[in-house]
């Protein structure tokens, strides 16, 4: 339910952004239209997920309820029970939606791989480590030229002239 929560708030404000987006006069189909419907998508199956998550805790209480188990709640144990990595990932994930635009495509992209890298996959390896600072530096590349010099799509540059980028 929690998660269904998550991805309801950033489909609005993702939607609220799309808004932003530039549009010329006389166009039937804005740029923003595909990242709307997809948006629209996540909202509708967040709230498919949150009443189906619902409905489930709904069915736990009654269970318990019929065997004679009274609920408390824990609060040692529900935290216990969290995923630590999840919110690790969910937390890098915001940090790298508000820093996208004033930081910049590159920086904000080579930071946030390699960060989530090291939350989903931590290791002490140094070998490991260059391996995925490297593959983190092909992959903001290759992003960078599918979508600036293939798509023609411009990218946040941040703080560093356009001539930085080839």
Request: glycine share 4%; with cysteine; hydrophobic share 60%.
């Given at each position: 339910?929690?998660?269904g929560?998550f991805?309801?708030?950033?489909?609005?404000?993702l939607y609220?952004e799309?808004?932003?987006?530039?549009?010329?006069?006389?166009?039937?189909?804005?740029?923003?239209l595909?990242?709307?419907?997809?948006?629209?998508?996540?909202?509708?199956?967040?709230?498919?997920?949150?009443?189906?998550?619902?409905?489930?805790y709904?069915k736990?209480?009654?269970?318990?309820?019929?065997?004679?188990?009274?609920?408390?709640?824990?609060?040692?144990?529900?935290?216990?029970?969290i995923?630590?990595?999840?919110?690790?990932?969910?937390?890098?994930?915001?940090?790298?939606?508000?820093?996208?635009?004033?930081?910049?495509?590159?920086?904000t992209?080579?930071?946030?791989?390699?960060?989530?890298?090291?939350?989903?996959e931590?290791?002490?390896?140094?070998?490991?480590?260059?391996?995925?600072?490297?593959?983190?530096?092909?992959?903001?590349?290759?992003?960078?030229?599918?979508?600036?010099?293939?798509?023609?799509?411009?990218?946040?540059?941040?703080?560093?002239?356009?001539?930085?980028?080839?």
């Amino acid at each position: 339910m929690i998660f269904g929560c998550f991805l309801l708030v950033v489909s609005f404000l993702l939607y609220g952004e799309t808004k932003n987006f530039f549009a010329r006069p006389g166009l039937t189909a804005t740029p923003a239209l595909w990242p709307q419907i997809i948006l629209a998508l996540l909202a509708i199956l967040s709230v498919a997920l949150i009443i189906v998550s619902l409905k489930a805790y709904q069915k736990e209480i009654k269970e318990n309820k019929a065997k004679g188990i009274h609920a408390k709640i824990n609060i040692s144990a529900l935290l216990a029970s969290i995923n630590k990595k999840v919110v690790a990932g969910l937390t890098a994930t915001v940090a790298f939606i508000l820093v996208f635009r004033p930081l910049g495509f590159a920086i904000t992209s080579l930071i946030y791989f390699m960060v989530i890298t090291m939350i989903l996959e931590p290791t002490k390896d140094v070998k490991t480590i260059v391996f995925r600072v490297i593959q983190s530096l092909v992959l903001v590349v290759l992003i960078y030229l599918v979508f600036v010099r293939g798509l023609k799509v411009q990218l946040p540059l941040g703080p560093f002239p356009s001539h930085w980028f080839f």
